[in-house]
């Protein structure tokens, strides 16, 4: 079972700066396309951001662009959510997933892939924007 872990979450005050990592020890990172999500209390999870495996293209929703931004590190198998002008409103479980797509022609969709489309899941890192 291919294992990917979330670190980087806690507590920052609005307009503070957190950077989430998503790590695996196994093989073959470069061939994932990685997304990044939120759940926040009492709400459905969304995905937020997505890179691909190809050439590193990035997409992001209209609630996080200008303020996150994922990368990747193929060498140190690692994925990065750089989240800047944090808001009370982004405090949620944040969660990263994996996915080995069946054909490199659909990654650049991979922000409306739905949530069982993914092969593998974080089980989460908690961010609280608060005062």
């Known amino acids: 079972q291919v294992q990917f872990v979330e670190s980087g979450g806690g507590l920052v005050q609005p307009g503070g700066s957190l950077r989430l990592s998503c790590a695996t020890s196994?093989?073959?990172?470069?061939?994932?396309?990685i997304g990044w999500f939120r759940q926040a209390p009492g709400k459905e999870r969304e995905a937020i951001s997505c890179?691909?495996?190809?050439?590193?293209?990035?997409y992001s929703t209209d609630s996080v662009r200008g303020r996150f931004a994922i990368s990747r590190d193929n060498a140190n198998k690692t994925a990065y959510l750089q989240m800047d002008s944090l808001k009370p409103e982004d405090t949620a479980i944040y969660y990263c997933?994996?996915?080995?797509?069946?054909?490199?022609?659909?990654?650049?969709?991979?922000?409306?892939?739905?949530?069982?489309?993914?092969?593998?899941w974080g089980k989460g890192t908690p961010v609280t924007v608060s005062s």
């Open positions: 997933a994996a996915k080995w797509p069946f054909s490199r022609s659909v990654e650049d969709s991979c922000l409306t892939w739905i949530l069982h489309a993914w092969d593998y």
């Open positions: 196994r093989s073959a990172f470069d061939h994932y396309v």
């Open positions: 890179i691909t495996s190809t050439d590193s293209t990035t």
